[in-house]
Nanobody, 128 residues
Framework: QVQLVESGGGLVQAGGSLRLSCAASGRAFNSNAMAWFRQAPGKEREFVAAINRGGAVTAYGDAVKGRFTISRDNAKNTVYMQMNSLKFENTAIYYC?????????????????????WGQGTQVTVSS
């Protein structure tokens, strides 16, 4: 079992920054590839970024490349996402997810189906 708790969401003006955190407990954190997804009202859940078990390899959705950075601290069992130059269309609930068994290609495929555990989400609202 893995428990994931996101934090760091909030209201920010367009052009501003936020840093999301996802604290994990349960199974050894460094065994899991981790990812962030987001879901806006009326839209499907969208892949945002992923990071491999060791933290050396990352991947990003096209919409956030160059603006968002995913990282992890295995000693603190936490994954982060630094979000810069936020846009109104980035408004969504952001979810942290853990993949225990899938390959890296599965993790970065963009599909949410391969992930084994999810957090409850944190709301990010960007005002225009």
């Amino acid at each position: 079992q893995v428990q994931l708790v996101e934090s760091g969401g909030g209201l920010v003006q367009a052009g501003g920054s936020l840093r999301l955190s996802c604290a994990a407990s349960g199974r050894a954190f460094n065994s899991n590839a981790m990812a962030w997804f987001r879901q806006a009202p009326g839209k499907e859940r969208e892949f945002v970024a992923a990071i491999n078990r060791g933290g050396a390899v990352t991947a990003y959705g096209d919409a956030v490349k160059g603006r968002f950075t995913i990282s992890r601290d295995n000693a603190k069992n936490t994954v982060y996402m630094q979000m810069n130059s936020l846009k109104f269309e980035n408004t969504a609930i952001y979810y942290c997810a853990a993949d225990l068994y899938g390959s890296w290609s599965s993790v970065v495929s963009g599909s949410a189906r391969g992930f084994d555990y999810w957090g409850q989400g944190t709301q990010v609202t960007v005002s225009s």
